[in-house]
């Protein structure tokens, strides 16, 4: 605390004659803030500026070869606001994001609950859950494209093995087979972060609690109700958040095993706007496709975040 910016203490030290102690070399060397400082420009050059570049590019006309020139003003988001293209990737992004991060967090719960309890061979387990996660996505999803292959997929060539079907399906060719396949691959790859943070969580309630709830009569239910489903809200409502940022710019699953065919059918916002950037060289519809998409999560999280904190007041 300052002396100086407090009246009474500075009344006091004028009466008593005592000289406000100067700060040393030593003080602001070891002020927090001066630690601070490099994070804090590190996330300035980082962050801050790549978006405000966005923003601005989003209003620009930009050059095939990708130099910006004037000012358009909402040009670029009228463009784009006008394709139906645009409202059919929104609505992919829509369902791809809810059915992945919905089932994720579900299949998790069951998951982290289970490795919670104490059998033989729990830590392989554990092990073993995190590869699918370590792995990198485009070879995750280039074995799975392997696998849904028309002629030489392991899926037809199992199903025909059991008598299963008459001829193989071409499982990537039409949308209404493959998107559902990629929900089920994007799944498959966040199962291990959500499981581990709803795990770290469970970790940290005290067996006390539901030996208590049991000697009072609750059941298996109403322990998890009553007892573990509150006290993993936090750590839900992170895996919830992370995990819809992180599906929602998801590039590698989509990108690799269909490339967002036919006819942008199974594009996802971000494989759209690669599209724009630099497949058509529409960098400024990109930008402003971007935006919306950064505008939509950014409302989410604060939304989401708000409903959870006001609950737990």
Do not use: C
């Not at 910006?68 to 791809?96: C, D, Q």
């Not at 599906?247 to 690669?274: A, C, H, K, R």
Request: aromatic share 14%.
């Amino acid at each position: 605390m300052e002396i100086d910016k407090v009246p009474a203490l500075k009344k006091l030290t004028r009466d008593l004659k005592i000289k406000p102690r100067k700060m040393t070399w030593e003080d602001i060397v070891t002020h927090p803030y001066l630690w601070l400082l490099p994070s804090l420009i590190l996330m300035f050059i980082v962050t801050f500026i790549p978006i405000v570049e966005l923003f601005i590019t989003s209003f620009s006309r930009v050059s095939l070869a990708g130099v910006r020139h004037e000012i358009t003003g909402f040009e670029n988001y009228v463009a784009v606001s006008s394709k139906p293209t645009f409202y059919m990737v929104l609505k992919n992004t829509l369902i791809w994001t809810v059915a992945v991060v919905g089932f994720s967090t579900i299949l998790s719960l069951g998951i982290a609950i289970l490795l919670n309890q104490k059998f033989i061979g729990r830590r392989l387990v554990r092990a073993a859950l995190i590869v699918p996660w370590a792995v990198s996505l485009i070879i995750t999803s280039a074995i799975w494209k392997w696998i849904l292959d028309y002629n030489y997929g392991t899926l037809n060539y199992l199903l025909s093995k059991f008598n299963l079907i008459n001829e193989n399906i071409y499982w990537l060719a039409s949308p209404s087979l493959s998107f559902p396949l990629m929900i089920w691959v994007g799944i498959f790859v966040t199962l291990p972060f959500t499981s581990f943070v709803i795990l770290s969580g469970l970790q940290t309630i005290s067996n006390d609690l539901y030996e208590a709830a049991s000697i009072d009569g609750a059941d298996g239910w109403k322990r998890f109700f009553f007892i573990t489903l509150p006290l993993i809200k936090q750590p839900l409502t992170v895996s919830v958040v992370l995990n819809t940022i992180y599906v929602f710019n998801s590039f590698p699953i989509i990108w690799t095993i269909t490339q967002g065919d036919p006819v942008n059918q199974t594009d996802t916002v971000i494989t759209y706007l690669y599209k724009l950037a630099f497949q058509t060289n529409k960098m400024g519809e990109a930008a402003a496709v971007s935006v919306i998409s950064f505008l939509l999560l950014l409302a989410f999280t604060i939304v989401y975040v708000s409903i959870v904190l006001r609950r737990e007041r």
